[in-house]
């Protein structure tokens, strides 16, 4: 074991420079996991206030305990907090940990599912930070949060997500997917549709809070009410197919050839909500894709286009945003692709305007 310092805490975890692959040591440890700890942290704080006090906060794959004990440590959201892992040697762990941090905590030693069920309706926020999906804990996280909660998950299936394994994601998530250009958006709104139907069979409705991407994971937290009417509007509103074809998008009601789906289509965060988040400045990159989430939050379509779909543009993202913004057109940077931009226009308008500049640069 090592010491280590992640945000306010120290703690111990099996030396990462010895265990190349983080799921291959004693107990998990991922180091390029922080900026997820920190954002989370953020984002508990702020549902917190918005809530107008601290709250019963459960992680159920707590592994070295790191994310609660941050949680605890760095925001004033958390009046209980339950950790728990299947792991016996992580429980150890996490109670040295927790007790290096002056902190107390409730640790249990099961399985994820058990313990969601036998905590009830108890917890305003559950975190399920698995290894791979969170599909197998999903349906529990809903028997364990309370109206007015908060669940936040972490996926780092992102190949199936995103359509590369058709047939797992159909099995695994319930969706048909392909290829897109706009993959990485298909892949979180599969996760949030996914979400939204579980909710729904359980009576909630969701409300997605963040949702984003980075390279090896997708991380969503979405604020929960219970109602079985609400559930079904958000179902009704929220849920759709995305038919691709030939760089053309549109949203259908039902699944049709070439569509993808159903795919939460709804917002993907509340841009007010991710615009007041205090900005890590220790972050550069933190601080930059928490800006460019509170910008793309107030696009309405359900996709991003990437430059190259529009010919050979010599032009930067920025410069294009800003010619479609002066054609009336409202668009946006993307977290999601370097060379991708939201915009609520149809691909042939799009094409339209950027191909009038085409010409205009090539000549
Ligand atoms: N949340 C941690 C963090 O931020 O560092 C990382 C958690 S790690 C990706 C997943 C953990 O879940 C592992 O420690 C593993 O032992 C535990 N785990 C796997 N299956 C479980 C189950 N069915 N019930 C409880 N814990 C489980």
């Given at each position: 074991?090592?010491?280590?310092?992640?945000?306010?805490?120290?703690?111990?975890?099996?030396?990462?420079?010895?265990?190349?692959?983080?799921?291959?040591?004693?107990?998990?440890?991922?180091?390029y996991?922080?900026?997820?700890?920190?954002?989370?942290?953020?984002?508990?704080?702020?549902?917190?206030?918005?809530?107008?006090?601290p709250?019963?906060?459960?992680?159920?794959?707590?592994?070295?305990?790191?994310?609660?004990?941050?949680?605890?440590?760095?925001?004033?959201?958390?009046?209980?907090?339950?950790l728990?892992?299947?792991?016996?040697?992580?429980?150890?762990?996490?109670?040295?940990?927790?007790?290096?941090?002056?902190?107390?905590?409730?640790?249990?030693?099961?399985?994820?599912?058990?313990?969601?069920?036998?905590?009830?309706?108890?917890?305003?926020?559950?975190?399920?930070?698995?290894?791979?999906?969170?599909?197998?804990?999903?349906?529990?996280?809903?028997?364990?949060?309370?109206?007015?909660?908060?669940?936040?998950?972490?996926?780092?299936?992102?190949?199936?997500?995103?359509?590369?394994?058709?047939?797992?994601?159909?099995?695994?998530?319930?969706?048909?997917?392909?290829?897109?250009?706009?993959?990485?958006?298909?892949?979180?709104?599969?996760?949030?549709?996914?979400?939204?139907?579980?909710?729904?069979?359980n009576?909630?409705?969701?409300?997605?809070?963040?949702?984003?991407?980075?390279?090896?994971?997708?991380?969503?937290?979405?604020?929960?009410?219970e109602?079985?009417?609400?559930?079904?509007d958000?179902?009704?509103?929220?849920?759709?197919?995305?038919?691709?074809?030939?760089?053309?998008?549109?949203?259908a009601?039902?699944?049709?050839?070439?569509?993808?789906?159903?795919?939460?289509?709804?917002?993907?965060?509340?841009?007010?909500?991710?615009?007041?988040?205090?900005?890590?400045?220790?972050d550069?990159?933190?601080?930059?894709?928490?800006?460019?989430?509170?910008?793309?939050?107030?696009?309405?379509?359900?996709?991003?286009?990437?430059?190259q779909?529009?010919?050979?543009?010599?032009?930067?993202?920025?410069?294009?945003?800003?010619?479609?913004?002066?054609?009336?057109?409202?668009?946006?940077?993307?977290?999601?692709?370097?060379?991708?931009?939201?915009?609520?226009?149809?691909?042939?308008?799009?094409?339209?305007?950027?191909?009038?500049?085409?010409?205009?640069?090539?000549?």
């Open positions: 074991l090592v010491l280590l310092r992640e945000g306010r805490a120290e703690f111990w975890a099996p030396d990462p420079a010895k265990y190349n692959d983080p799921a291959r040591a004693p107990v998990f440890y991922n180091r996991m922080a900026r997820n700890r920190t954002i989370s942290t953020l984002v508990l704080s702020a549902f917190s206030e918005l809530k107008g006090g709250l019963v906060v459960c992680e159920p794959l707590s592994a070295t305990g790191i994310r609660g004990i941050r949680y605890a440590l760095e925001t004033k959201a958390v009046e209980r907090l339950i728990n892992d299947i792991s016996s040697q992580a429980v150890d762990l996490i109670k040295k940990n927790l007790e290096l941090n002056g902190l107390s905590a409730e640790v249990y030693n099961e399985d994820a599912n058990i313990l969601l069920r036998r905590l009830g309706r108890q917890c305003d926020v559950v975190d399920l930070d698995p290894f791979g999906s969170p599909a197998p804990f999903m349906e529990s996280a809903f028997q364990a949060i309370r109206d007015g909660g908060m669940l936040c998950a972490t996926a780092t299936d992102t190949a199936v997500l995103v359509g590369n394994y058709k047939d797992k994601a159909l099995r695994r998530y319930g969706v048909r997917l392909f290829k897109t250009p706009f993959y990485v958006e298909v892949g979180l709104r599969a996760l949030l549709g996914y979400i939204a139907r579980v909710a729904a069979a009576d909630f409705a969701i409300e997605p809070l963040i949702a984003y991407w980075e390279r090896h994971y997708f991380r969503v937290c979405v604020a929960v009410r109602g079985a009417r609400e559930a079904s958000v179902l009704r509103r929220g849920l759709a197919y995305i038919v691709y074809l030939g760089g053309i998008r549109r949203v009601r039902r699944e049709t050839a070439h569509s993808l789906g159903p795919l939460w289509v709804g917002p993907l965060g509340e841009p007010d909500l991710v615009a007041r988040l205090p900005r890590p400045q220790e550069r990159s933190a601080v930059e894709l928490l800006n460019t989430l509170t910008a793309e939050y107030t696009t309405v379509s359900p996709w991003y286009y990437l430059s779909e529009f010919g050979d543009l010599k032009m930067e993202v920025r410069e294009l945003i800003d010619l479609l913004l002066s054609n009336g057109v409202y668009a946006t940077p993307t977290h999601m692709a370097p060379y991708g931009f939201k915009a609520d226009a149809p691909y042939g308008e799009l094409y339209l305007i950027l191909s009038r500049d085409i010409g205009r640069w090539q000549l």
